[in-house]
């Protein structure tokens, strides 16, 4: 018969999973989330509504996301054994220069509106990491301001051409004076999508004080408090919205872009191009030939067109195409580490991540947005070693495949 005793002290000790108590919830509440759909759901429980819906969202019946994030769970691995994996080496080459990851951090529209940390906190994590960072032309961060503050990061400025052009190439001098070595020209927004999300909720910029939403404020005290405390909630670019982005959009930005204006911010920025919202081999054959240096395959995250085309469903097509002549990025509908190495392995040079980012900048500032981009990075490294891929090199079409719709 077995002998019993008390447990002593310091057996016991190790085994309570006592939490830091000097830890606050909201960084417990990061540390515990292990994906990026946990970080969503964390940033949807902080962050008002009408704010929420605005990176959540996108246009019409939001089919065109939806199935971008449906045709990524139809992937399946082709994973390799008997190889050595110890040495695993996540880094690729991006326009010339070394990323620690094959990810671009996208641009994306009024970053303060989620965070009052804003551009430059996410900035700072794709300086600590290593990758390049995209500042929006809707951002609410300066050109300047963001070079100042995070001096180190790899800078890409967006850019949408407005109908007046001087206003553009004002800021195509400002990034270059500021040290950005990419320019995005987004070409996928003659006019604006429908958002149907926006208009329900009535979302304004700055988000007016109505009577709901004072309501609102008491579910999301800490939100409004940063807003209120912090500077005024602005575009950069444009110091007076007057109404909705949509509204905006379609009153600044240029419906009549034609491959000369590909060729016209060509000729007026020295560094490297690249063109986002391509959509058809047609049309990345078309930039190609414009002498650019990649293309973003993207359809604005379902945000402008619905039922437009899956980006990773015209990927391989496109790679086979235009992929000798320029490099080939692709946005939409990724979530997971797992989701870039498919896209990776399907031909993309790089993957742009934005709603990823965003969910973590929500839920809790710099440091969400440092947890998000550390779930990718993980996720990232271990199916590369569960598929026997060492190096992004090893990556290749014979690792992935599509299976079939239920």
Sequence with gaps: MTARR?????????????????KNRR?????????????????????????????????????????????????????????????LDTSTEILGASSALPIVLAPTGFTRMMHYEGEPAVAAVAARVGIPYSLSTLGTTSIEDLANAVPNVRRWFQLYLMRDRSPSLELLERATAAGYETLILTVDAPVAGIRRRDVRNGLTIPPKLSLST?????RYP??????LTTDPLEFATFRS???????LMNRVFDPSLTAADVEWARAS?????????VQSVQDAQLVADLGVDAIVLSNHGGRQ??????????????????GENLSIFIDGGVMSGSDVVAAVALGADAVLIGRAYL??????????????????????????SLLGARSINELTPDCVRFRAPR
């Design 214 to 218: 004072l309501a609102n404020m008491s």
């Design 222 to 227: 800490a939100w409004w408090f940063n807003v």
């Design 27 to 87: 960084a417990r509440a990061l540390s515990r989330a292990a994906s990026i759909w946990d970080l969503r759901a964390l940033a949807q429980r902080h962050t008002p509504s009408a704010v929420f819906d605005y990176t959540d969202g996108a246009a019409g019946d939001e089919l065109a996301l939806k199935r971008a994030r449906e045709v990524f769970s139809r992937i399946e691995f082709a994973p390799r054994v008997l190889r050595d994996v110890s040495n």
């Design 6 to 22: 008390l447990p002593r002290w310091h057996e016991v000790k190790p085994l309570i999973g006592a939490e830091n108590p000097f």
């Design 359 to 384: 969910y973590g900048l929500m839920a809790g500032g710099q440091a969400g947005v440092q947890r998000a981009v550390d779930i990718l990075q993980q996720e990232i490294g271990t199916t590369m």
């Design 269 to 277: 920025w020295a560094g490297k191009i690249v063109v986002k919202g």
């Design 241 to 247: 919205s007057e109404g909705t982005v949509a509204d």
């Design 305 to 322: 067109l619905d039922k437009a085309p899956v980006p990773l469903e015209q990927l391989p097509l496109v790679k086979a195409t235009v």
